[in-house]
Every structure is written in structure tokens, then in C-alpha cells.
């Protein structure tokens, strides 16, 4: 157990639509990554938010947007879906120092 | 940019030493990271390793050349639930900020 958690746990969309996905972390570690994991590839980073604020991105386009509240909570919010959005979405949270990450259980996220 | 390098996949016996390899290329390196991923699962964090040399934990070590842009993990006395995927992520700058590159993932498959 990580004290990582994440919802929903499934999902299923049409293309389109759009999806808001959250992560909190019973430690209340002040930084929080999301990454991408599509089938057998690792994960891909889209972004990470220190303190609320965004400080890295990955290589994914505007549609995909974060937020980070006060008590370290987090969303990842995808807007104007498309079927090759498909994948498990997994945030991960740590320290200001990052040589820890917990990672939640991930959010299985369906495009139609 | 950042590329990673890691075998798709290896088979081992209960009870034996695997070392599983990982060469990158990157820019303003920051550490390298080992996770293991069971199917159907969140990664779990397994070493960290900044500074070149061996760094041993129970079972499982991690060594790093930043001069070679190598690691590898190894795994000794295995048994049969360590088979998993095994992930090397490497973080290096981009845009100004610190970002981590996952590999595909090592399967490492452990037979009686």
C-alpha cells in the first residue's frame, strides 16, 4: 500500500467527451506527476505539479491539463477524447526531492 | 532528448541471479530509476541511483556508469513472484525542468 489513491478506477468514454481524473495521497507529499501507460510500453510522463503549479511537461498536447489543490489533491483533466487516449492513467507522488515516487493504482481510462 | 534501452524480455530460473540491463541517452541526467510492474498493477519503486557504483537493497541491487549511460538491476535468489516488469526511468532536463523517461519495460519470466 502506498497511500496513493486514485478514481475512478474504470472509465469509459466516447470520442469527444471529455474525462477529469484525481489522485490524493494520504502523506501529503507536495509533488505529483501524471503519466500515460499505454499497453506493454512504459509509462509516459504528461506532466508533474509542485506546490499547485505546474513545473514539467511531456511531449502531450494542451488538451491534456492538470490541477493541484492546497492539500496536495490532484486532477488530470482531457478534453476532446480520441481512441488512441485508451490507456491506464497513473499519478505518482513524492517528495520535493523526488527520489521516491509512490505511484497510485491507476485509472483505466476506455475511448469509444 | 531522451531514449532509454532495455531488453523486451528474459526467463530465469527459481532461485538463480538475472541481471537485467539498461542503456540511455540524455540530457542533464538526475538519476535513474528501477520499478517493478506486476500485470495488472502500479509500479513499485525499487532503487534510485544518481552517483556511479552499486547500490544493494536485500535481494535486489542497482548499478549505474554515467560515463557509459548504463545501468542494471539484479536480482538474486529469485523467486517465483518476481516475475514482473521491470522498469528503468532515467530523469534529465527539458525546457528547464526535470523530467522522467520510462523504457518499455523489461518481462523477466521465473520458472520452478
Known amino acids: 500500500e502506498t497511500g496513493v489513491t486514485q478514481s475512478p478506477t474504470h472509465l469509459i468514454k466516447t470520442r469527444g467527451q471529455q474525462v477529469t481524473l484525481r489522485c490524493s495521497s494520504q502523506s501529503g507529499h507536495n509533488t505529483v506527476s501524471w503519466y500515460q501507460q499505454a499497453l506493454g510500453q512504459g509509462p509516459q510522463f504528461i506532466f508533474q505539479y509542485y506546490r499547485e503549479e505546474e513545473n514539467g511537461r511531456g511531449n502531450f498536447p494542451p488538451r491534456f491539463s492538470g490541477l493541484q489543490f492546497p492539500n496536495y489533491s490532484s486532477e488530470l483533466n482531457v478534453n476532446a477524447l480520441e481512441l488512441d487516449d485508451s490507456a491506464l492513467y497513473l499519478c505518482a507522488t513524492g517528495g520535493q526531492s523526488q527520489e521516491t515516487q509512490y505511484f497510485g493504482p491507476g485509472t483505466r481510462l476506455l475511448v469509444l | 532528448g531522451q531514449n532509454i534501452d532495455q531488453p523486451t524480455e528474459m526467463t530465469a530460473t527459481e532461485g538463480a541471479i538475472v541481471q537485467i540491463n539498461c542503456t540511455y541517452q540524455t540530457s542533464g541526467f538526475n538519476g535513474l530509476f528501477w520499478y517493478q510492474q506486476h500485470a495488472g498493477e502500479a509500479p513499485t519503486f525499487l532503487s534510485y541511483?544518481?552517483?556511479?557504483g552499486l547500490e544493494e537493497k536485500g535481494r535486489f541491487s542497482s548499478f549505474l556508469s554515467r560515463s557509459k549511460g548504463y545501468s542494471y538491476l539484479l536480482l538474486k535468489e529469485l523467486q517465483m513472484k518476481d516475475s514482473a516488469s521491470y522498469l528503468c526511468?532515467?530523469?534529465?532536463?527539458?525546457?528547464?525542468?526535470?523530467?522522467?523517461?520510462f523504457g518499455r519495460g523489461t518481462s523477466l519470466i521465473v520458472h520452478p
Open positions: 541511483n544518481v552517483l556511479d
Open positions: 526511468a532515467v530523469r534529465g532536463t527539458s525546457g528547464g525542468s526535470y523530467i522522467p523517461t
